[in-house]
């Protein structure tokens, strides 16, 4: 069965640092891996996503995300945060070889990004 | 705005009333998705539409949930005799799918329901 774990409820960050939030993920097949992020009374964003080829993607505002199939992992990272980064990031996977189309989210990660 | 549009945004009903929402997607996708999401969760999967035809249902969709997506447009979402479990943020989404799966989703605002 498809599964995706995002690890921490809540990730805090100072303005201009590097941010991380962490996503990991159990398929039987290759994954489709996505990024999403969700600000209040907002529909989810389409961030950037993973299909083959060059472990890092880049996406929109700046994110990026390095998936690592040893460690089935594909983390999101930002090389300096902005205070309007702050919102709600889902991963999501799709197993191509399930038979489904259906992507299965995370729990989501609340980012805080401080001044 | 050519996004995809959710009807109403809020929803507010008594437990044992039926409701239905509206989606209507981006007019060129030919995929469709309802997902509900509760405060601290990930959306969760209820079913999708390829065209007018609906692929799959969750076990999430019991017998009091019904969609259509008639000519392939927009869809409906209703829940029958509607239960205070049943509120939570339903969500709408649509792609345009060649089969691959590699496609993103593009995402609705929502409509949230409330049960009382």
């Known amino acids: 069965a498809q599964s995706v774990a995002q690890p921490e409820d809540q990730v805090n960050v100072a303005e201009g640092n590097p941010l991380t939030v962490k996503c990991t993920y159990s398929v039987s097949g290759n994954p489709y891996l996505f990024w999403y992020v969700q600000y209040p009374n907002r529909g989810l964003q389409f961030l950037l996503k993973y299909i083959t080829g060059d472990n890092l993607v880049k996406g929109s505002y700046g994110f990026e995300a390095e998936f690592n199939k040893s460690q089935t992992s594909f983390h999101l990272k930002k090389p300096s945060a902005l205070v309007s980064d702050s919102a709600l990031y889902f991963c999501a996977v799709r197993d191509p070889t399930s038979g489904t189309y259906k992507y299965i989210f995370g729990t989501g990660t609340r980012l805080k990004v401080l001044a | 705005d050519t996004g995809v549009s959710q009807d109403p945004r809020h929803k507010i009903t008594k437990r044992g009333q039926n409701v239905t929402f509206r989606c209507d997607p981006i007019?060129?996708?030919?995929?469709l998705y309802w997902y509900r999401q509760t405060l601290g969760q990930g959306p969760e999967f209820l079913t999708y539409?390829?065209?007018?035809?609906?692929?799959?249902k969750s076990r999430l969709l019991s017998d009091r949930f019904s969609a259509e997506r008639p000519k392939g447009s927009f869809s409906t979402l209703e829940i029958q005799r509607t239960e205070q479990g049943d509120s939570a943020m339903y969500l709408c989404?649509?792609?345009?799918?060649?089969?691959?799966?590699?496609?993103?989703?593009?995402f609705g605002q929502g409509t949230r329901l409330t049960v009382v």
């Open positions: 989404a649509s792609s345009w799918s060649l089969g691959t799966g590699i496609e993103e989703a593009f």
């Open positions: 007019s060129e996708h030919n995929r």
């Open positions: 539409f390829q065209n007018e035809a609906q692929l799959e």
